[in-house]
């Protein structure tokens, strides 16, 4: 079912009774994957079904930031979190992987284009691919598929960059 | 109060906070599928729901306590939904269009909630009903 599509994720970790607590639920680890070393894994539940995962995975040509699940009012703020991380090792080329982002809003539209304008200040510059039918659909309508260069997989980003 | 489409609604009343929005939520989603909506089209039920709630719980009390109605049906061949509050009177649809064409640096993200909302679902109208702000919602089925 989608509704509890997103829940899986944490199931595991958390009991249902930890979802009330305030604090957001961090669990950062490092290893290594395929392409990069993945620098920094955050994930977050908060009460219900808002749930985001970021991986940052450093590459030559920049750094890549996973990010799954969902970008909402709530877990916006930790994928803003996740970026302002990669911003302050003074990385300039961000490339945002949204292949597993099943959900955005407003809020997190908000917060793609404050890193965006961030990165740009400092010389740098954000680049994004794998875009999901529902994220495509809503950067379409919101005029960001006109701002950001988009592409297809992480490899062309990473080409372009 | 007595509203013409609204046989056979389910309703949930609940403060005006943003714990609620996870509960309203739930309980539309639920609603949803009791309908026979298409799950495809739940994430776009969910970003209206979302940003609808979220403008409620931000402005509509100017941090006084307050309470959102949420109401769930069919008619017209459609899921509907209505979200009623108390509030100061407030039409979102009277807002300005988004300016989309702006470069990143110029770009600013006022009015996008309630334009995606239109956009994505079926029909999105504004009443006044007496001291109460009415917003209703359409999917079609």
New interface residues.
Partial sequence: ???NRGRGILSPLRSPALCHVKMPLRSPYCKFSRGGAVAFSVVRK?????VIKTQAINEQKGTVLVVTGRM???TSAEFEAACDNILQKNAKVLVLDLSEL??I???G??SV?SV??KF?ASGGKVLICGLTK?VK??FQ???FS???PIFDSREAALAAA | MPLPEAEGMSWLRLPAT??S???F??FI??QA?RAGLS?ER???L??AL??LL?NVVSYAYDGKPGWIRVGCGTGRQSFQVWIEDQGKSFNPLTRAE?E??????E?S?GG??I??VK??SDGLSYRRLGDCNLLEVRFSL
Avoid at chain 1, 46 to 50: C, L
Avoid at chain 2, 100 to 105: I, K, M, P
Wanted: no cysteine.
């Fill in positions: 079912m989608y509704r908060t009460m219900g079904g808002n909402d009012n709530v099943t959900y809003s407003s809020a539209l908000r284009l965006a304008k740009k529902m659909d809503v309508i919101s005029g006109g701002i950001f | 943003s714990d929005i996870e509960k939520r739930a989603l639920d599928g799950e739940f994430p776009v969910e970003l979302e940003e979220v988004p989309l064409n702006a470069s990143v640096e770009r993200i996008l909630g334009h995606l956009t994505l």
